[in-house]
């Protein structure tokens, strides 16, 4: 559930009136709902009420903006960080260090020693050299770095190729077949607290039957390494929850995640983390867009409006299905591609779409688009970066700025051999 409805005729988020956004702000630009976050942030946490002990960690790569991570770290949450800017963000909105787990396959060494310095709570480790690397930097600093080894389970999440993480040939964890031996060699690195295991098999998940298979191996590998003498007493689930694009579509609730949870888990005595992205943030936005033009085309008319897909990669990247409305639907329909201005044939969101019939002018939205969003906008083609704007209750705020190209441009710089002539000097 969400809070972007229609209230007389008009597609609001919250109390706030699309159209008065547009107007203050201009288009395209993300609006964020602040109460959709909070609810989100609560739907998950009780569909997990049957689990023990658990830590929330927001995987803050999915919307990063620094007002929503205020909104979730005021519900409670930590954060799944995947390079020092995001650890920047999480400590900038106040989020406690021991609450940040640095996740991703390519952390440097200098971002494991800032994060060492910073005091963050869990580091998960993508292959044995990252251990003896990070287990150094730590006894140099007198501490002994809190890790999890991340395990590839070598399952098929049944999502998109380009977010399926939990596949053997995939870049992420290390082969689940040699996660003990690696444990057992990691364990004995000093400066190194390894604690237990990590997973995260993909994104946008829409089965909860990989999810299980995936937790029912790395409940099985925790006993062998108990077995095998280790004080095992966290396990880190990841993330990858899907969420409907489609009124069609349909996705295990939190509770019914929550439930199986449970029921792997059972016998586990272990301190849970989850990493929940787009559950939580991806029904709490859209992208408010302008038609630009109505263009005829050989079958169906294009809707061209401003956002395109530096905006919103997602269609471009994954073929990905984001709804369209009207602010103000007149009621009438129209079968039409939808597309962006960008000289890419891949800037178009749509094609052959049955959609609110619009006009030259008219406000419209893209649904369900607060994760993978702004976050992944590019200035391709010399456009603004999106601008990004959080409603809560009838106030609003622009909460990241449209960085213009002239800002843009003013970064770059023609060295003085290619300037010509007469602008030397
Ligand atoms: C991306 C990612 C997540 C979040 O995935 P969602 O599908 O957005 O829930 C969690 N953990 C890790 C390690 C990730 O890379």
């Known amino acids: 559930m969400d809070h972007f409805h229609y209230r007389d005729g008009v597609l609001h988020c919250e109390d706030v009136a699309l159209p008065a956004i547009a107007e203050a702000v201009g288009t395209p630009v993300y609006v964020y709902s602040a109460a959709t976050f909070r609810r989100h942030a609560q739907v998950f946490r009780d569909g997990l009420s049957g689990v023990g002990a658990k830590h929330l960690a927001y995987a803050i790569k999915a919307n990063p903006n620094l007002a929503v991570l205020r909104v979730l770290a005021d519900e409670g949450y930590g954060a799944d960080v995947v390079s020092g800017g995001e650890m920047a963000r999480a400590l900038a909105a106040g989020m406690r260090p021991e609450d940040i787990v640095f996740s991703g396959v ?225 009621g009438e329909r129209m079968v039409a591609n939808i597309a962006g201005p960008v000289c890419e044939s891949g800037d178009t969101f749509a094609m052959g779409r049955d959609i609110d019939r619009v006009v030259s002018g008219d406000l419209a939205v893209f649904r369900t688009a607060g994760a993978y969003g702004a976050t992944m906008a590019s200035t391709y083609n010399s456009r603004a970066l999106v601008p990004e704007v959080l409603v809560d209750g009838d106030r609003f705020a622009v909460v990241a700025d449209r960085i213009e190209p002239e800002t843009i441009l003013a970064a770059e710089r023609v060295p003085e051999w290619l300037m010509p002539k007469n602008l030397e000097g």
């Not at 596949?167 to 237990?196: C, H, S, W, Y």
Request: charged share 20%; hydrophobic share 45%; aromatic share 6%.
């Open 106 to 330: 390519g952390k440097t060494r200098g971002e494991l020693g800032c994060a060492l310095d910073a005091g963050l709570g869990q580091f998960n480790l993508e292959l044995e050299e990252e251990g003896v690397v990070l287990g150094s930097l730590a006894a140099d600093r007198g501490m002994r770095a809190p890790a999890t080894l991340r395990v590839n389970p070598d399952v098929d999440a049944g999502t998109h190729a380009k977010i399926s993480t939990g596949k053997r040939e995939n870049k992420f964890g290390v082969p689940i077949d040699q996660a003990a031996t690696m444990f057992g060699r990691l364990a004995g690195v000093g400066g190194l607290d390894l604690r237990g295991v990590a997973i995260h098999i993909g994104s946008q998940l829409a089965d909860l039957a990989p999810l299980a298979a995936a937790y029912r191996r790395i409940g099985a590998l925790v006993a062998e390494l108990r077995t095998a003498g280790h004080a095992i007493t966290r396990v880190d689930l990841g993330g990858g929850l899907g969420v409907p694009y489609r009124s069609s579509d349909v996705i295990p609730s939190p509770a019914d995640y929550g439930a199986m949870v449970a029921e792997v888990t059972r016998d586990w005595d272990v301190e849970l983390m989850f990493e929940p992205g787009r559950v939580i943030a991806g029904n709490a936005g859209v992208l408010l867009t302008e038609v630009v033009w109505v263009k005829p085309g050989v079958t169906d008319p294009y809707v061209i409006v401003d956002a395109a897909m530096n905006d919103l990669a997602r269609p471009a990247l994954y073929d990905a299905y984001h709804d369209f409305v009207a602010v103000k639907p007149s």
